[in-house]
């Protein structure tokens, strides 16, 4: 299929974009590089022998991306969206306006071109704070604690009645985890601007030596080391998954809802000293508060994933700890 991806130039994209081409895909790339750089469209074709179709181009910009999606586009997966919980709740409007204006011009764009194959990308920050662990499909989505979480809310929604509307649509949404990692050959990984919000690209600037120690945010919550436990999922693996739902819902109107994780939870003290091994370096930490908005635990039920899609995840903690380092310490940027 000749797949346009939105936001592929970014860390999920990236991954994704790799493996389409290794899938026998056709990805056509838009991206208007707020928070990507070109170059990776360049790492994709030194890793895969293919360099994909670039487009620089908005989403909301619906004239051009019905000029792309009349091109011979069969489906989109759509990533494109900024997610800065910090920044969504100082600039909500930003957010409102990228992420939930941004999926409804393309939406728009596709329909009028004809193409009504979609997958995307949600969060497990759709379920709020979970009254139960592991989370399914089936629990009812909770309330955001921040505008971030309420574009995904929204825009889940969104699709829902876009497919009660027009039933031809097929829409794999994809609520993942805690994406995190970077390709095994550490050419295309994630490069955050500025200081991380999230855990592993700041436990990974700490091993580098450019940041002094991790704050640990919390230990004393009802885990059993008594920090915060979240389901990392290796980015490669989710880049899979994507395939996988492309592939398995392309001639199946609906809208079909899927966690991507491994299953397991781990602790921040956990991961820190997965991290420690992978790298070979002393990764000092603080335990400070807790982070406002943060929840206990969360983890997923991946039984769906794995009984629909005939997915399931290939790599551990220690991968993904190993291919970060690899990304972070190397030479590619
Ligand atoms: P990323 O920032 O690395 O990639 C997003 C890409 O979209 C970037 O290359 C950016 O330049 C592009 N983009 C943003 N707005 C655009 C617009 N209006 N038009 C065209 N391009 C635009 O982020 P990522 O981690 O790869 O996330 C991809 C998707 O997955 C996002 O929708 C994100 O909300 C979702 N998600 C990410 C995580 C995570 O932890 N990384 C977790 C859950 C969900
Ligand atoms: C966060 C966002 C979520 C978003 C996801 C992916 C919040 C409240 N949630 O999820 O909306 O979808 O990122 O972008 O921001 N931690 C530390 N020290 C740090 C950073 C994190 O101890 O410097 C802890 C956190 O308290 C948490 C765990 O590490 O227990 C993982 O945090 P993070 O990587 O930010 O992911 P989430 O909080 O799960």
Same mark, same amino acid.
């Given at each position: 299929?000749?797949?346009?991806?939105?936001?592929?130039?970014?860390?999920?994209?990236?991954?994704? +974009?790799?493996?389409?081409?290794?899938?026998?895909? &056709?990805p056509?790339?838009?991206d208007?590089?707020?928070?990507?750089? $070109?170059?990776?469209?360049?790492?994709?074709?030194?890793?895969?022998?293919?360099? !994909?179709?670039f487009h620089k181009?908005?989403?909301?910009?619906?004239?051009?991306?019905? &000029?792309?999606?009349?091109?011979?586009?069969?489906?989109?997966?759509?990533f494109?969206?900024?997610?800065?919980v910090?920044?969504s709740?100082?600039?909500?409007?930003k957010?409102?306006? /990228?992420?939930?204006?941004g999926?409804?011009?393309?939406?728009?764009?596709l329909?009028s071109?004809?193409v009504?194959?979609?997958v995307?990308?949600?969060?497990?920050?759709?379920? =709020?704070?979970?009254?139960k662990?592991?989370?399914? &499909?089936?629990?009812?989505?909770g309330v955001?604690t921040? !505008?971030? =979480? @309420?574009?995904?809310?929204?825009m889940?929604?969104?699709?829902?009645?876009?497919?009660?509307? /027009?039933?031809? @649509?097929?829409?794999?949404?994809?609520?993942y985890?805690?994406?995190?990692?970077?390709?095994?050959?550490?050419?295309?990984? $994630? *490069?955050?601007?500025?200081?991380?919000?999230?855990?592993?690209?700041?436990?990974? %600037?700490?091993?580098? =030596?450019?940041?002094d120690?991790v704050?640990?945010?919390?230990? *004393?919550? !009802?885990? !059993?080391?008594?920090?915060?436990?979240?389901?990392?999922?290796?980015?490669v *693996?989710?880049?899979?998954?994507?395939?996988?739902?492309?592939?398995v819902?392309s001639?199946?109107p609906g809208?079909?809802?899927?966690?991507?994780?491994?299953?397991?939870?781990h602790? +921040?003290?956990?991961?820190?000293?997965a991290?420690?091994?992978?790298?070979?370096? %002393?990764?000092?930490?603080?335990?400070?508060?807790?982070?406002?908005?943060?929840?206990?635990?969360?983890?997923?039920?991946?039984? %769906?994933?794995?009984?629909?899609?005939?997915?399931?995840?290939?790599?551990?903690?220690?991968?993904?700890?190993?291919?970060? @380092? %690899? @990304?972070?310490?190397?030479?590619p940027?």
């Amino acid at each position: 299929m000749r797949v346009l991806v939105s936001g592929g130039v970014g860390f999920i994209g990236s991954h994704t +974009v790799v493996a389409l081409i290794e899938a026998g895909h &056709e990805p056509v790339i838009v991206d208007n590089l707020s928070n990507s750089d $070109e170059s990776v469209v360049g790492r994709i074709g030194e890793i895969t022998g293919h360099v !994909p179709e670039f487009h620089k181009a908005d989403v909301r910009d619906v004239e051009s991306m019905t &000029e792309l999606a009349g091109a011979g586009i069969d489906a989109c997966i759509h990533f494109a969206a900024l997610k800065a919980v910090g920044e969504s709740v100082a600039d909500p409007m930003k957010y409102y306006d /990228n992420n939930v204006g941004g999926t409804i011009a393309l939406l728009s764009a596709l329909e009028s071109a004809g193409v009504t194959r979609l997958v995307f990308s949600s969060s497990a920050t759709v379920y =709020g704070d979970p009254e139960k662990l592991p989370l399914t &499909e089936s629990m009812p989505i909770g309330v955001a604690t921040n !505008p971030y =979480g @309420w574009t995904k809310i929204m825009m889940e929604q969104v699709l829902r009645d876009l497919h009660v509307a /027009n039933e031809e @649509w097929s829409i794999p949404i994809l609520r993942y985890f805690n994406p995190v990692g970077a390709h095994p050959s550490g050419m295309i990984g $994630e *490069d955050p601007q500025g200081i991380p919000n999230n855990l592993m690209p700041y436990v990974a %600037k700490v091993a580098a =030596g450019e940041l002094d120690h991790v704050r640990v945010f919390g230990a *004393d919550y !009802p885990t !059993p080391d008594g920090t915060g436990v979240r389901d990392y999922i290796h980015v490669v *693996d989710l880049a899979v998954g994507h395939i996988r739902a492309l592939d398995v819902h392309s001639d199946d109107p609906g809208v079909h809802v899927y966690n991507l994780g491994t299953g397991r939870g781990h602790s +921040v003290l956990e991961l820190i000293k997965a991290y420690e091994e992978a790298s070979g370096r %002393k990764i000092p930490y603080e335990i400070v508060e807790r982070r406002p908005g943060d929840v206990a635990a969360s983890f997923a039920d991946v039984q %769906k994933a794995y009984s629909d899609l005939g997915w399931s995840t290939e790599f551990g903690l220690a991968d993904m700890c190993a291919h970060s @380092w %690899k @990304w972070v310490s190397g030479a590619p940027r």
